[in-house]
């Protein structure tokens, strides 16, 4: 049986405050699973937090509280702290929680005080703010093309900047100058934290390069379209880079009232940033593993040992890092078969079932020590170390569930699969061979239907064609989740986001929004002293995107018409919140990706560079969107004034679309056989062929042949009816039998996991379970304040070690001409039938399976 809290709301002298908070006020309510408060009274929408910073000691018990972590008031024993003056609630056993609390795992890296006077907009963070995003853009541009390729992570910039902004306060002048009446210093003082952030908003938001660049690509290059005229021309590559970045932009400030303010978005890839970004700046952990801030007057000391421990974070963060740096060598360029580490094929290379089921590289997967490689755990998106453990097992559920319905469609040869490779996402023909596309392909880019019919139908394996079903089903099942789980807190962020329109020229709207969501936490409260970004100024720049796109159709020839620009923003503003809320509390992206092929597919059949360029405002945008939503919630963590942190993604986004654009062009001059199979450079462009490629399959040929009444995978559509059940059917489990393991069901992110196929496998998932379980299960409950020190830095040090290994590697060895020579340690893991994709059924006698010339659609 739950307990029952008393909640009191605390007067404060404020004169903005309502009169009717001025006696304080009880309210009985329960704590939900999270932690959270459960408000029974009429009058929760009464609760103003007000935000006056007062200096207050905090009692601990520490023999009550040793997992104190778990507590919202562990900052740490003795430790007189600033607070920010928020309701709270007194438990049965006289502590105090706090309504609208953090959780735990944000307590333990982020704080709960902040400093206002604290330099952030500095010349020195644009400066080394500009270089980095420049740096990292032009080579993910240049190496993107690369196979395989090179990518600059945003890790790898916040640790890089770090000694940068270090070295540029020790060697810039303290000296005031004044320019037009205005003083500033080239060098405030220390380099703070605050200004380490706008250099990796910067960053994030810049290294993963504009994906409008594919199309570019795809367009122009002779082993693909081969269409420069539209392409080379400057106006359309600006308008299509910067339309599609800003779309991304606007929409993410609209959406922050519901995935940046509450406090259950938690965002857990940003609790990795900010564990770093406590190593780095050195920040105090108490003996619970929390960060604090001494007293001015407090000494230097050494952190004290939590659970034995006496490392720093940094230290800590260090080895790991060192570690992990050496080890790449061994399973990246000595040893890689330690990656693929696909053993049980070994024992029978040439045993076809045994390389379906066990193997790991055109195989299921079913192997359980898959791997000995950091990148190959946590390479394919699910990070064992920041994933939260429910998501991590829902993953996993997920993935067992794919694999037994993978297994099943290609032992009995549905749809064909078992003439294929089991495990691809590659097209195949009615030979067996992959699709050659141009083949189909008439004068005037658009289907040639003879040529169609007497070539081959489209055909793909068991594990795409599970995926293609899943990915159906996730869409209808993110809307469900979202309407059914969070239709209050969805309408709570839209009258708030309305409020802040029509309100904006109040001066203290960011309190009016408060009050109407009591959900927001210590966090938005501290946040409060700044000025807000107002609404209006993310419509003007989603408005200003869409006037890009819609003169980008009109001007040129790329058969795009205009209403698909609106109908990419209807999709994106409907999927946004739903998939954010997924990303926010799990670290699971769902993708638009199918959704957005298909719809052209139908809508605009036969024109393959109107489905490259749908695809590309439809899904990579919302993609930007989540981005700049995750670098939004980093800010509020840090407490980084809205207006900075908007001036900084906006510079960022800027810079890194005219960059991209101008790397791109020196490519296209450098190398005139760009992307031309067997390119000396390896520059054989392995992700822009993939963009082609879906252009051709879905663009050419198009969906309504493969998914029709009369499609041989016309079944898989089934996905989007399964989505919509399974969510209500768990909904209504959840309310009907409230318990741990119903209220942690989350079908979304099952389904999700049924994803990993095809190119990934159920190896790529089960090989992070075990260490998910020991440091996110294990370790969170028995060592607690352990866990609040190293794991994240943990998970950040084996990353970024293994990129900077990886980058230099490439320059050191793989450029210059360097190969290890071959050996049993290099070859094996791709010889035998998991190496090569051996089919289970023989090619029949004809020479090509299912229907001959003409018999098909």
């Given at each position: 049986?739950?307990?029952?809290?008393?909640?009191?709301?605390?007067?404060?002298?404020?004169?903005?405050?309502?009169?009717?908070?001025?006696?304080?006020?009880?309210?009985?309510?329960?704590?939900?699973?999270?932690?959270?408060?459960?408000?029974?009274?009429?009058?929760?929408?009464?609760?103003?937090?007000?935000?006056?910073?007062?200096?207050?000691?905090?009692?601990?018990?520490?023999?009550?509280?040793?997992?104190?972590?778990?507590?919202?008031?562990?900052?740490?024993?003795?430790?007189?702290?600033?607070?920010?003056?928020?309701?709270?609630?007194?438990?049965?056993?006289?502590?105090?929680?706090?309504?609208?609390?953090?959780?735990?795992?944000?307590?333990?890296?982020?704080?709960?005080?902040?400093?206002?006077?604290?330099?952030?907009?500095?010349?020195?963070?644009?400066?080394?703010?500009?270089?980095?995003?420049?740096?990292?853009?032009?080579?993910?541009?240049?190496?993107?093309?690369?196979?395989?390729?090179?990518?600059?992570?945003?890790?790898?910039?916040?640790?890089?900047?770090?000694?940068?902004?270090?070295?540029?306060?020790?060697?810039?002048?303290?000296?005031?100058?004044?320019?037009?009446?205005?003083?500033?210093?080239?060098?405030?003082?220390?380099?703070?934290?605050?200004?380490?952030?706008?250099?990796?908003?910067?960053?994030?938001?810049?290294?993963?390069?504009?994906?409008?660049?594919?199309?570019?690509?795809?367009?122009?290059?002779?082993?693909?379209?081969?269409?420069?005229?539209?392409?080379?021309?400057?106006?359309?590559?600006?308008?299509?880079?910067?339309?599609?970045?800003?779309?991304?932009?606007?929409?993410?400030?609209?959406?922050?009232?519901?995935?940046?303010?509450?406090?259950?978005?938690?965002?857990?890839?940003?609790?990795?940033?900010?564990?770093?970004?406590?190593?780095?700046?050195?920040?105090?952990?108490?003996?619970?593993?929390?960060?604090?801030?001494?007293?001015?007057?407090?000494?230097?000391?050494?952190?004290?040992?939590?659970?034995?421990?006496?490392?720093?974070?940094?230290?800590?963060?260090?080895?790991?890092?060192?570690?992990?740096?050496?080890?790449?060598?061994?399973?990246?360029?000595?040893?890689?078969?330690?990656?693929?580490?696909?053993?049980?094929?070994?024992?029978?290379p040439t045993n076809k079932k045994l390389a379906i089921i066990?193997?790991?590289?055109?195989?299921?997967?079913?192997?359980?020590?898959?791997?000995?490689?950091?990148?190959?755990?946590?390479?394919?998106?699910?990070?064992?170390?920041?994933?939260?453990?429910?998501?991590?097992?829902?993953?996993?559920?997920?993935?067992?569930?794919?694999?037994?319905?993978?297994?099943?469609?290609?032992?009995?040869?549905?749809?064909?699969?078992?003439?294929?490779?089991?495990?691809?996402?590659?097209?195949?023909?009615?030979?067996?061979?992959?699709?050659?596309?141009?083949?189909?392909?008439?004068?005037?880019?658009?289907?040639?239907?003879?040529?169609?019919?007497?070539?081959?139908?489209?055909?793909?394996?068991?594990?795409?064609?599970?995926?293609?079903?899943?990915?159906?089903?996730?869409?209808?099942?993110?809307?469900?989740?979202?309407?059914?789980?969070?239709?209050?807190?969805?309408?709570?962020?839209?009258?708030?986001?309305?409020?802040?329109?029509?309100?904006?020229?109040?001066?203290?709207?960011?309190?009016?929004?408060?009050?109407?969501?009591?959900?927001?936490?210590?966090?938005?409260?501290?946040?409060?002293?700044?000025?807000?970004?107002?609404?209006?100024?993310?419509?003007?720049?989603?408005?200003?995107?869409?006037?890009?796109?819609?003169?980008?159709?009109?001007?040129?020839?790329?058969?795009?018409?205009?209403?698909?620009?609106?109908?990419?923003?209807?999709?994106?503003?409907?999927?946004?919140?739903?998939?954010?809320?997924?990303?926010?509390?799990?670290?699971?992206?769902?993708?638009?990706?199918?959704?957005?092929?298909?719809?052209?597919?139908?809508?605009?059949?036969?024109?393959?560079?109107?489905?490259?360029?749908?695809?590309?405002?439809?899904?990579?945008?919302?993609?930007?969107?989540?981005?700049?939503?995750?670098?939004?919630?980093?800010?509020?963590?840090?407490?980084?004034?809205?207006?900075?942190?908007?001036?900084?993604?906006?510079?960022?986004?800027?810079?890194?679309?005219?960059?991209?654009?101008?790397?791109?062009?020196?490519?296209?001059?450098?190398?005139?056989?760009?992307?031309?199979?067997?390119?000396?450079?390896?520059?054989?462009?392995?992700?822009?062929?993939?963009?082609?490629?879906?252009?051709?399959?879905?663009?050419?040929?198009?969906?309504?042949?493969?998914?029709?009444?009369?499609?041989?995978?016309?079944?898989?559509?089934?996905?989007?009816?399964?989505?919509?059940?399974?969510?209500?059917?768990?909904?209504?489990?959840?309310?009907?039998?409230?318990?741990?393991?119903?209220?942690?069901?989350?079908?979304?992110?099952?389904?999700?996991?049924?994803?990993?196929?095809?190119?990934?496998?159920?190896?790529?998932?089960?090989?992070?379970?075990?260490?998910?379980?020991?440091?996110?299960?294990?370790?969170?409950?028995?060592?607690?304040?352990?866990?609040?020190?190293?794991?994240?830095?943990?998970?950040?040090?084996?990353?970024?070690?293994?990129?900077?290994?990886?980058?230099?590697?490439?320059?050191?060895?793989?450029?210059?001409?360097?190969?290890?020579?071959?050996?049993?340690?290099?070859?094996?893991?791709?010889?035998?039938?998991?190496?090569?994709?051996?089919?289970?059924?023989?090619?029949?006698?004809?020479?090509?399976f299912g229907p001959g010339p003409g018999e098909y659609l």
């Amino acid at each position: 049986m739950s307990s029952i809290y008393k909640y009191h709301s605390i007067p404060s002298d404020d004169d903005h405050l309502n009169d009717e908070n001025e006696d304080e006020d009880a309210y009985e309510y329960e704590l939900d699973e999270l932690g959270h408060p459960i408000m029974s009274s009429t009058k929760k929408d009464d609760v103003v937090l007000p935000h006056k910073i007062y200096d207050e000691e905090v009692p601990l018990d520490h023999d009550k509280d040793k997992n104190l972590h778990q507590g919202p008031d562990s900052l740490g024993s003795g430790h007189h702290i600033n607070l920010v003056e928020v309701p709270f609630a007194t438990a049965p056993d006289g502590q105090r929680i706090t309504v609208g609390d953090t959780l735990p795992e944000v307590k333990a890296v982020a704080l709960e005080t902040d400093d206002p006077d604290e330099p952030c907009e500095t010349i020195r963070s644009y400066v080394l703010g500009t270089i980095v995003a420049s740096v990292g853009t032009a080579l993910n541009v240049w190496f993107g093309a690369r196979q395989p390729g090179i990518f600059i992570s945003p890790f790898l910039a916040q640790l890089l900047s770090y000694p940068l902004g270090v070295a540029l306060a020790k060697l810039l002048p303290k000296k005031n100058f004044t320019i037009l009446g205005k003083s500033f210093t080239l060098n405030p003082g220390r380099f703070s934290i605050k200004e380490h952030a706008i250099i990796v908003l910067m960053a994030t938001v810049s290294f993963p390069t504009a994906t409008a660049l594919d199309v570019i690509v795809a367009i122009r290059q002779p082993a693909f379209f081969n269409d420069p005229e539209i392409a080379d021309q400057k106006g359309f590559q600006f308008l299509v880079v910067l339309s599609t970045q800003f779309l991304g932009f606007g929409v993410a400030g609209l959406a922050r009232d519901y995935l940046v303010y509450p406090s259950a978005m938690t965002w857990p890839l940003n609790l990795a940033k900010l564990s770093l970004f406590n190593a780095l700046h050195r920040r105090k952990v108490n003996e619970y593993g929390l960060v604090t801030l001494p007293k001015e007057d407090e000494p230097e000391q050494q952190d004290p040992p939590v659970h034995g421990w006496k490392i720093s974070m940094f230290r800590f963060c260090l080895y790991a890092t060192t570690a992990s740096f050496i080890w790449f060598f061994f399973t990246a360029f000595i040893f890689p078969a330690l990656t693929y580490f696909n053993w049980p094929t070994w024992i029978n290379p040439t045993n076809k079932k045994l390389a379906i089921i066990m193997g790991s590289v055109t195989g299921l997967g079913l192997n359980p020590i898959p791997t000995l490689d950091w990148t190959y755990i946590s390479g394919a998106g699910l990070t064992p170390l920041i994933t939260p453990w429910w998501a991590t097992v829902s993953t996993f559920i997920g993935a067992s569930i794919g694999y037994v319905i993978i297994a099943a469609i290609y032992f009995t040869n549905t749809w064909y699969s078992a003439y294929l490779v089991p495990n691809s996402n590659q097209a195949f023909d009615r030979f067996g061979a992959y699709y050659n596309a141009t083949a189909v392909l008439g004068a005037d880019r658009s289907l040639d239907v003879e040529a169609y019919r007497a070539y081959s139908p489209l055909y793909f394996g068991a594990g795409y064609n599970v995926i293609i079903s899943a990915y159906f089903a996730s869409y209808s099942a993110i809307l469900t989740y979202a309407l059914l789980n969070h239709w209050t807190d969805i309408k709570k962020g839209f009258n708030t986001g309305m409020r802040r329109i029509r309100f904006f020229r109040h001066k203290d709207k960011h309190q009016d929004a408060i009050h109407h969501f009591p959900d927001y936490d210590i966090h938005y409260s501290l946040m409060t002293r700044y000025k807000e970004v107002p609404q209006w100024w993310f419509l003007v720049i989603m408005i200003f995107a869409l006037v890009l796109g819609i003169i980008m159709c009109e001007v040129y020839d790329t058969t795009m018409p205009v209403w698909g620009i609106f109908c990419c923003l209807a999709m994106v503003l409907v999927f946004a919140i739903p998939t954010g809320i997924i990303q926010a509390i799990s670290n699971m992206q769902m993708s638009l990706v199918i959704l957005a092929e298909i719809i052209p597919g139908i809508a605009i059949p036969g024109r393959p560079y109107a489905n490259m360029i749908f695809k590309l405002y439809g899904w990579v945008s919302l993609g930007m969107a989540l981005l700049y939503v995750l670098d939004q919630k980093l800010a509020h963590y840090l407490h980084l004034p809205p207006r900075a942190t908007f001036r900084a993604q906006m510079w960022g986004c800027t810079i890194s679309s005219f960059i991209s654009i101008a790397i791109l062009n020196w490519q296209f001059k450098a190398i005139p056989d760009l992307c031309q199979p067997g390119q000396k450079d390896l520059m054989t462009c392995p992700y822009y062929t993939t963009f082609y490629s879906s252009a051709l399959l879905f663009g050419v040929v198009g969906p309504q042949r493969m998914y029709g009444s009369l499609g041989l995978y016309k079944h898989t559509l089934w996905g989007f009816l399964a989505g919509a059940v399974l969510v209500a059917m768990a909904w209504a489990a959840k309310k009907r039998w409230p318990n741990k393991v119903t209220n942690n069901l989350n079908v979304p992110v099952i389904i999700f996991g049924v994803m990993y196929f095809a190119p990934y496998n159920w190896s790529f998932v089960w090989s992070g379970v075990p260490l998910a379980w020991f440091f996110m299960s294990y370790v969170y409950k028995r060592f607690p304040a352990w866990w609040n020190k190293y794991c994240y830095v943990l998970s950040i040090g084996l990353t970024v070690g293994a990129a900077i290994s990886g980058v230099v590697q490439f320059f050191c060895i793989t450029y210059p001409g360097g190969v290890m020579p071959a050996w049993w340690g290099n070859t094996v893991q791709f010889s035998g039938c998991d190496g090569i994709g051996c089919p289970l059924k023989e090619m029949p006698e004809i020479g090509y399976f299912g229907p001959g010339p003409g018999e098909y659609l």
